[in-house]
């Protein structure tokens, strides 16, 4: 199937072949019939793209801050190299399409396949959305008329902030594709409309709908509004234009009556004089695109609706109420459609849309009936030039860490790279490509039933590990499991139970858990340093692990384990590999009552004893600057101390042979955990011993038990 993409590098756009999505709970598969273009929002996102780096960090100087403190933390070329990963990511574009149906999750009742249905999918021949994220179409109404849902939606939840009543007056500035089912639903609304922008012939479209009409080349906006209101200033105020400029915002606060309102559903420039407001006491509000639940991973991924008796409208019932005045033929569309084109001729069509000249409002693409419905597709210029190679590798899961991290460090070590498993199977592809895998996928089994494959790498979602692992086992797979190994201690014990049977009267399959810390060319010096001492260790290990919204994936326990399963782990497996020995006991403790929502259990402090005598204790804060390093560990033992510095800086203090370790940049093992891991498969022992993993994996699992009980 053919999916809309393009690059935050350089903007380039293409249309690339990705496999079927698979299918998560609450979720449908639609094949598209049609989708809708809004120009003036998406060319926005098209400028970005095609825009410089010094022009981007002028668009975005709160991320240069943060590129700034990266550097400073770890490294020049390590946030070279993460700037580079983040806008080498490309973005779907499109978000409003109608269509089928195509298949549904065995828990989605409310909709059947074949349904008609709009989305807020992006431009793509099949679509996977949330059961919250679409709507039906009623049996009377077009497709070319309700592909027009989700952005009328935009405009509706505008007026559902601006609460306007019958009689009042209202201003809407920018009267693109928004800004005229704007003026149409306040129009609905019983309410007077001017309509402000300097194209006469949206004005005239305007015009027809009902709203007086102002030019700013013709007559001054502020006046109009004045003279429109009786000399009262308008009631509200709605912004649906998409420029960097700030005067729309001032035009808006001086056209408005005393305690008028202004509503951004548009983008704007934001630099607001206190003045224009604050002797009218005038009331500003951005509306969040659709309404209720957007961006609320509960209502929109996890399907969980709100009562209605609290939020009347949701997002998705914004969708149904725009449906249903569709359907009336109280909202019309049909003047709104400049141009159908064909899915085909995308690229050109977006090209199109950065000419000045263009004046386009709804552009509608058209899909063809003719779709690949493969799982399982091969990756155009990724040739078998790898297939010599012994170990074949195929992934499952290619978010952040995989694609930036995981899969790089396996293609530098020659590994033939064979298949890779998205759900979405858009990333798959994305990732697939830029890592020379031969083939990209939604499905696990083309993985588990692949016999040329002998390794698994595992960088799914925590909550999946478990089972991906013991998949792995059955199938006399090697396997790379990115932490956690496991969330809980039923999948820890299941685990083992897999390993043991893999392992019956043979050498069964490597068991590795990205353990990275260990193999850092620090931990290895500390390693070395401590060789021959005679005396326990006590060590301090402080991360500044920075706050996690509370709604989170990996604050799910369900689905992420927690952040101290998830990520202490970590630090857990370090302490355990510079003692050598194995952990006896731990207590751990947790900040009370803290006041800010978005932190949970994540500040907390751990003291392990290991059976030698050694203690370690870990202070994990979220609580923290982002300015200071994350990480900083202390040892202490024999009249000696080593201090090391976010794995950059490490001094040595009582040492006769060692005084210091700095490198240029930041290294936390990740190279060397997947090198030497790919030496260890020729051998009969494995690089950490599975005991040891079990252990490690416990004993972080116990620690977050202990915090939440």
């Not at 903007?11 to 072949?17: T, V």
């Not at 002028?58 to 580079?84: F, H």
């Amino acid at each position: 199937m053919k999916h809309l993409i393009q690059s935050l590098k350089n903007g380039n756009l293409e249309l690339i072949d990705t496999p079927m999505p698979s299918l998560k709970k609450g979720e449908i598969l639609v094949k598209n019939t049609l989708s809708l273009i809004s120009p003036g929002t998406e060319k926005m996102m098209l400028e970005f793209g095609n825009a410089n780096y010094i022009d981007k960090v002028r668009q975005q100087p709160d991320k240069a801050k943060m590129v700034l403190n990266k550097i400073k933390t770890d490294g020049l070329n390590q946030t070279i190299e993460s700037v580079k990963n983040k806008l080498d990511q490309p973005i779907s574009l499109g978000y409003s399409t109608v269509g089928k149906v195509l298949a549904k999750a065995d828990d989605v009742s409310d909709f059947s396949i074949g349904d008609r249905v709009i989305t807020n999918g992006p431009h793509s021949e099949v679509v996977k959305v949330s059961k919250n994220l679409c709507a039906k179409v009623p049996d009377g109404l077009s497709d070319e008329s309700a592909v027009f849902t989700v952005i009328s939606s935009i405009a509706m939840q505008g007026i559902r902030l601006a609460k306007p009543n019958i009689g009042d007056n209202y201003a809407v500035i920018g009267v693109g594709l928004i800004g005229l089912l704007t003026i149409q639903l306040l129009k609905a609304n019983g309410c007077n409309v001017l309509a402000i922008d300097f194209d006469d012939s949206r004005l005239e479209l305007a015009k027809n709908y009902g709203a007086d009409i102002c030019n700013p080349n013709v007559s001054d906006p502020v006046n109009s509004a004045f003279s429109y209101s009786n000399n009262v200033g308008v009631d509200g105020v709605i912004i649906a234009a998409a420029t960097k400029s700030n005067e729309p915002v001032s035009s808006a606060a001086n056209m408005c009556r005393k305690r008028g309102k202004i509503i951004l559903v548009g983008v704007t420039g934001l630099d607001l004089k206190r003045d224009d407001f604050y002797e009218k006491e005038i009331s500003f509000q951005v509306s969040c695109s659709y309404g209720p639940g957007r961006y609320d991973e509960n209502y929109e991924k996890k399907g969980n609706d709100y009562p209605v008796g609290y939020v009347r409208w949701t997002e998705k019932r914004n969708f149904e109420a725009v449906l249903n005045l569709l359907d009336q033929k109280k909202l019309s569309t049909a003047d709104l459609i400049t141009r159908k084109v064909d899915f085909s001729e995308a690229v050109n069509l977006y090209k199109s849309l950065l000419s000045d000249s263009n004046k386009d409002l709804g552009v509608i693409f058209k899909y063809s009936n003719n779709v690949n419905r493969a799982k399982l597709i091969k990756l155009e210029g990724n040739n078998d030039n790898l297939i010599s190679n012994k170990i074949s590798l195929g992934c499952i899961g290619a978010g952040d860490y995989a694609s930036k991290v995981l899969l790089p460090l396996f293609k530098k070590n020659k590994v033939s790279m064979n298949t890779l498993v998205s759900t979405s199977g858009l990333s798959s592809s994305l990732v697939g490509r830029s890592n020379s895998f031969q083939f990209s996928s939604s499905a696990v089994s083309d993985i588990f039933n692949n016999s040329t494959i002998n390794l698994v790498a595992i960088a799914s979602s925590h909550e999946s590990h478990a089972a991906f692992v013991e998949q792995s086992l059955a199938s006399k797979q090697n396997v790379y499991v990115e932490k956690p190994l496991s969330i809980n201690l039923n999948q820890l014990e299941s685990i083992k139970t897999s390993y043991i049977n893999a392992h019956n009267k043979t050498n069964g399959p490597h068991l590795m858990v990205g353990f990275n810390r260990r193999f850092s060319p620090h931990a290895k010096k500390i390693k070395e340093l401590l060789q021959s001492r005679v005396d326990p260790v006590s060590m301090v290990y402080t991360i500044n692990a920075g706050k996690i919204p509370s709604d989170h994936w990996i604050q799910d326990l369900a689905i992420g384990g927690g952040r101290v399963v998830g990520e202490v782990c970590h630090f857990v497996d370090l302490m355990r590999f510079i003692v050598g020995k194995p952990i006896q006991s731990f207590v751990a403790n947790k900040a009370f009552n803290h006041k800010t929502p978005d932190i949970n259990d994540d500040d907390c402090s751990i003291t392990m004893s290991f059976v030698d005598g050694s203690m370690g204790t870990i202070h994990y804060f979220a609580n923290g600057s982002p300015s200071l390093s994350k990480e900083r560990i202390e040892i202490f033992c024999e009249g000696r101390v080593l201090a090391l510095d976010n794995f950059k800086k490490m001094k040595g203090y009582g040492w006769k042979n060692f005084s210091k370790m700095n490198l240029f940049n930041q290294d936390k093992g990740q190279k060397n955990c997947v090198g030497e891991f790919i030496k260890s498969l020729g051998k009969d022992e494995p690089l950490i011993d599975s005991n040891e993993i079990f252990e490690v994996t416990k004993v972080s699992i116990d620690i977050a038990n202990s915090l939440r009980s």
